[in-house]
Nanobody, 127 residues
Framework: QVLLVESGGGLVQAGGSLRLSCAAS????????MGWFRQGLGKERQFVAG??????YYADSVKGRFTISRDNSKNTVYLQMNSLKPEDTAIYYC??????????????????????WGQGTQVTVSS
């Protein structure tokens, strides 16, 4: 069991940056595969970024702008978001998956593959 708490969201102008944090209590995050997802108003939840071991995954829409990272000493996962666009406006959620198999490289973008979710943090990008 792991409890995830996101923070770092806010209002930023287009072109700006934010860093989201996902702090975990319970087991070390290093034992989980992690993902960031987002859901805009009236939109479906979509995958943003993920990591499993040394593998990093990104949605095409954020590739080159967002970076996922992990600090095991703080049991925290981060999402550095640069060059933000109004279309990045959404509630951002972090998620953890307990254990991965070789097939996870094909399933990392599926929310149903994750076991634990945070409460979300709002990111608003103004034009």
């Amino acid at each position: 069991q792991v409890l995830l708490v996101e923070s770092g969201g806010g209002l930023v102008q287009a072109g700006g940056s934010l860093r989201l944090s996902c702090a975990a209590s319970g087991r070390p995050l290093s034992s989980y595969a992690m993902g960031w997802f987002r859901q805009g108003l009236g939109k479906e939840r979509q995958f943003v970024a993920g990591m499993s071991g040394r593998n990093m995954y990104y949605a095409d829409s954020v590739k080159g702008r967002f970076t996922i990272s992990r600090d095991n000493s703080k049991n925290t996962v981060y999402l550095q978001m640069n060059s933000l666009k109004p279309e990045d406006t959404a509630i951002y959620y972090c998620a953890a998956r307990d254990g991965v198999d070789v097939a996870f490289v094909f399933k990392y973008a599926l929310g149903s593959e994750y076991d634990f979710w945070g409460q979300g943090t709002q990111v608003t990008v103004s034009s």
